[in-house]
């Protein structure tokens, strides 16, 4: 953390996790020096343990150090224990098993890194990932599974930017029942967003973030603009002294506008919040009670989720999703049979097709993400337009739910990479999955 | 709220809730005017609707307004979206049903309130007492079931000084084992509690209340030691001129003396969290890991529980449970059966026994509740001493659990009503419990 803070960063610090799921770090600092996987092992480092906790084994929300690295191997799978959250019912009935059988030659295979010459096992690529828990779907199977660092089969991870694709997921689905006109102006929906530079921008382009917002997320920048969003959606109280918006939405009415809306895709978590706010008002539900309703109650979910909210109670619906690895994959698998569960059509199969053909790679291409050559986004998903049609959500430090309908293949995999920007992880996960994915193309032609 | 309030008492405010589930108002405020259970319905008053809720209707922990009647109807089903918590895992297994066979005599059935002349109906009291969450279990079966207010049968509710009883269950079940040795002075756990009111009284004097504290829960004197504890335990972050004790169990090693230990009962939460830290210190495990571990994984539990935490990560031992209405059936059904739960021993039985047996009916007398004669208190359980030796957890606003072995039954009730005293709600609470149980006496013998 910068040395010379203004006092708004300074206050902003105990609401920094409220971003980093959001946070798009163009340039990964890799060459930086970390700890292993394993020096960084939170057990290991015995971070909150003991009655009370040593000073320095200590993490705390008031002063940021919960999510500061190596701490934040711990708090990833207890977000929760630093910050209010709402809770998502998965209701009371008995979870819907999914059915195991672990191909242990998963682990063995080799795929080579980006810009690597030399060969690396998918084993081997968790560790360099950091990965808390890693999941393989094949055909609606689990082929693998693997827990690591605070996480385990019935603990939850924070999701960070994969709650996006949530958010995205649900105003699909509102589209396609016909609740949601993608057409519509905002301002349909949440007349606040007059003034702000949302007032002339349609849901559509809120769902495939193309609007023109003049918002920052350069941490060094003291003037940047996360840092006043990050101030407002804090859940603690507010300095005597605080004049700002209070609350995501109310943020969100004083965005200004930068540039046009239509023209080019701009990664800016606040799409995600100003779209959560049109599909509450569009439903008379917030995104966690929605959630629940339409989805997790209906999966057979082994654990509730959860949502960080703001002092106001709001779900932070760009990154504030905390969930089970195996109920992602459920979530995975709902999307890759086309919205069906157990012959079950949970969401109408023309939102998934929506989102699964993806947006304008031209608009994509604009924002310059120079590793992700032909991708585009749609409906708050990341498309990869490959050969084998994958598309995938992605939050910081290496969350993601990684979508391959011709391998049949729902990946999962939850991580408290030191680098939040994925930038750092991808080129040890992209081709990492590819390499799983042409395998499990070879087990079923052999099946 | 008093008018004039001390800078302590101020910043104290927003951390009330963690004290309230513990308070012992002498005087119940029986005589001021509350809106009725109707006109107070959380619903009805529209807490926290809306995107954002109105001013009128938001409820904040900052301000401490989220803690105040009637804003508290909607608040003790919500615990968790006003401050951290952490989770006590059910595990991910599927749930154990009840069996229900819901008998609608039950609300029919009439009781003559204390100091009342007129008969009243189980129906009308539950409205009397704000009830939110009535279960009563008749031989393990649901005979009775309602919900009201913001709770419902997948929702959880504060179990506030119920809470005590699961701590005191802990420790004597640990007892039982063998794992701590009752009459060991509370140093040999805790050494850091040395110096402080602890430092010469043993665990069976904390675990039945008849330690002698300088402590004083009297909110309207600001030289209360509550106002201290409070801003201790506040999961809030600290004011930068605040140098009182952080967290806790920090707070306990500063409590003094007044009076001596073993002489009387005096119901002070403060011995609660100093049992919790024993235990933790005994087994290595807080008590939420524990009760997880020995308690919620084993009966089938329908929901997750979970406690409120201080800015250490501390659960709240004295007073911070939040669980399902049926999950406190499951639990008061395992201590009705001797710790047997479908034919395993999940409590030693003699643990159980120590609980039923009670304490010393002297020493509860000189706490002087006079409405309470010939009660005891024992490992954190309210014993009635009754003709049917029936025992009760008990937390202010109208939580309990309570079971009468002579008709084999546990009635489990949560509440908010607005007075947190249980002098308010008694004399409308305890003859009902007593009508019920003869009821199912009656239906027993005509089986």
Redesign the interface.
Known sequence: MNSKVSPLQKYSR?ALAVLLGCALWETAQASEEFLSAKDSDPYRLGW?QG???KPEQ??????GSFFTFPGLRYSVS?M????????V?R?????SPLPKQQDDAIGELEFVPWNATEPMTIFDSLDANYTDGFLVLHNGKIVFEHYAGALA???KHAAMSVTKSFTGTLAAMLVAEGRLDEEALVTTYVPELKDSAFGDATVRQLMDMTTGLQYSEDYADPNAEVWEYSAAGSP???PDDYKGPE?Y??YLTQVKKHGEHGEAFGYKTINSDALG?VI??ATNQ?VDELLSEKIWRRLGM???A?YQ?D????PFAGGGLSA?LRDMGRFGELIRNQGQWQGEQIIPAAAIADIQQGGNPEDFAKAGYDKLTGWSYRNMWWVTHNANGAFAARGVHGQTIYIDPTANMVLVRFASHPVAANGANDPTSLPAYQAIADYLITQSTEE
Do not use: C
Not at 80 to 87: G, I, L, Q, V
């Open positions: 105990a909150m009655f009370p906790p200590l993490l705390k929300s008031a002063d207890h929760r224990e630093f910050m209010p959250t709402t809770n019912s209701g009371i009935g008995a979870p089969e019935d603990k603690w109280p507010k609350g939405f109310e706010w509450a008002r917030s082994e654990q509730d959860y909210v002092s106001l109670g709001t089970g």
